[in-house]
């Protein structure tokens, strides 16, 4: 069975944007430095630095918990932020369903996703006393 060229050309132009779209998207480098504390309801404040083809950015966090959550701690986080096309991209709510136990240092790694479709993908060390098993959601900001 052949395809009339107008189909083929069609075709042809859908694979095209599909393969463009999806090359387009680009990663970044992130650091965070977020401080977290609470009883029942928590709260989460920081900032950090985005570096996306050669400029750095700097980034604001904040956020809400709500479940068990017991202490304070700060956690600072490195790693990348992928399926970006521009710097704004990364801004948004990043939602987690979580648990986790901090005595004096431990280990933390995260993957969180946003409405735009950026892909957070970080680790690190968190520091102080903490025990949570919680809903939270994140907001990042890119500082203008």
Known sequence: MKLPS??????????MLT????????????T??????GWVFGGSAGKGVMTFHGQTYGL????????????????TLQGRVRNIRRPQDINGVYAAAGMGVALGAGVRGILL?????????????????????DLSGLAITLKE
Request: charged content about 10%.
């Open 60 to 75: 604001t966090a904040g956020g809400l918990d709500y479940g068990l959550v017991f202490g304070g701690s700060q956690t």
């Open 113 to 133: 996703t946003n409405q735009n479709g950026a892909v957070l993908e970080l680790s690190g060390k968190q520091v102080g006393l903490m025990a949570n098993v």
């Open 6 to 15: 107008v189909a083929r050309a069609a075709l042809l132009a859908l694979a």
């Open 32 to 37: 965070l430095v977020i401080f977290k504390g």
């Open 19 to 30: 393969g463009t779209s999806a090359a387009l998207a680009d990663e970044g480098a992130v």
